[in-house]
């Protein structure tokens, strides 16, 4: 009797788990079609709204960063095909957004007595000839003469690496800056005697304004990737263009 008792519940039990192991398998499939109807209004969904970006109908869809890349790419293959005409054109405007930067620095210093005097337009475009003409060109030979003699380093901060810098500071710029004082007072039509007062009260000033401002901005160099180190120095230069428009342009 006990035996035939606990024969009866064993198939009892294993009858139960064949029961659930068949609702469980009817269920799988209910499952995976629920799973792929949801795959299906998703795969709708990023269908329709990728369709939408190219449609047009939402242009804030597209990433500003790439457009960004692709600039900075082109600019960059502009560079290695033409160096020395890309460098001389984007002096060009770099050099004339900041001589009118420094206009508008001069009006706000001046107030009442620069209002309605309006942009001087032959001043920006001689000192955008200056970048064109002079200071692109001696820069991009200078720097391959110099890289040459004493070729970059891999580590950004070695002696070679100061060296260089004396040498562009202490022997290269004084050079420069002399040139640029003829360059523009040539451009604006300066006689011999002028440019040579001008640079007797402007010379040591100006020097010991690019002094302040370069020989951080070069030893500082070493800190930026070599990818973003074009962008650097143009933005630096661009303010000591607005300032050597300032000093350039005293008398005036």
């Given at each position: 009797r006990i035996t035939k008792l606990t024969r009866g519940k064993n198939q009892t039990m294993a009858t139960g788990d064949d029961d659930?192991?068949?609702?469980?398998?009817?269920?799988?499939?209910?499952?995976?079609?629920?799973?792929?109807?949801?795959?299906?209004?998703?795969?709708?969904?990023?269908?329709?709204?990728?369709?939408?970006?190219?449609?047009?109908r939402f242009c804030c869809c597209v990433r500003p960063h790439k457009v960004l890349y692709d600039v900075a790419q082109s600019y960059?293959?502009?560079?290695?095909?033409?160096?020395?005409?890309?460098k001389s054109v984007t002096a060009f405007f770099i050099l004339g957004a900041a001589d009118?930067?420094?206009?508008?620095?001069?009006?706000?210093?001046?107030g009442q007595e620069n209002a309605g005097g309006g942009v001087d337009?032959?001043?920006?475009?001689?000192?955008?000839?200056?970048?064109?003409?002079?200071?692109?060109?001696?820069?991009?030979?200078?720097y391959l003469a110099l890289d040459g003699a004493l070729p970059p380093t891999e580590y950004p901060w070695t002696r070679r690496t100061f060296v260089k810098?004396?040498?562009?500071?202490?022997?290269?710029?004084?050079?420069?800056?002399?040139?640029?004082?003829?360059?523009?007072?040539?451009e604006q039509g300066n006689s011999l005697q002028q440019i040579e007062t001008?640079?007797?009260?402007?010379?040591?000033?100006?020097?010991?304004a690019n002094w302040k401002l370069w020989v951080p901005a070069t030893i500082n160099l070493g800190l930026v990737p070599p990818l973003y180190?074009?962008?650097?120095?143009?933005?630096?230069?661009?303010?000591?263009?607005?300032?050597?428009s300032l000093i350039l342009n005293h008398h005036s």
């Open positions: 659930s192991r068949t609702m469980e398998e009817s269920a799988a499939p209910l499952l995976d079609d629920n799973e792929d109807m949801e795959m299906q209004e998703y795969a709708v969904e990023d269908v329709s709204s990728s369709s939408s970006i190219h449609s047009g960059h293959n502009s560079l290695e095909a033409r160096p020395l005409l890309t009118l930067t420094g206009q508008a620095v001069e009006a706000i210093q001046g337009a032959l001043r920006t475009l001689r000192f955008a000839i200056f970048g064109l003409v002079l200071q692109a060109p001696w820069n991009h030979y200078y810098v004396i040498i562009d500071q202490f022997l290269q710029a004084p050079i420069f800056t002399v040139l640029i004082f003829v360059f523009l007072g040539a001008q640079l007797r009260e402007e010379y040591w000033h100006t020097m010991f180190r074009v962008f650097y120095l143009n933005v630096v230069f661009f303010f000591w263009s607005i300032l050597l």
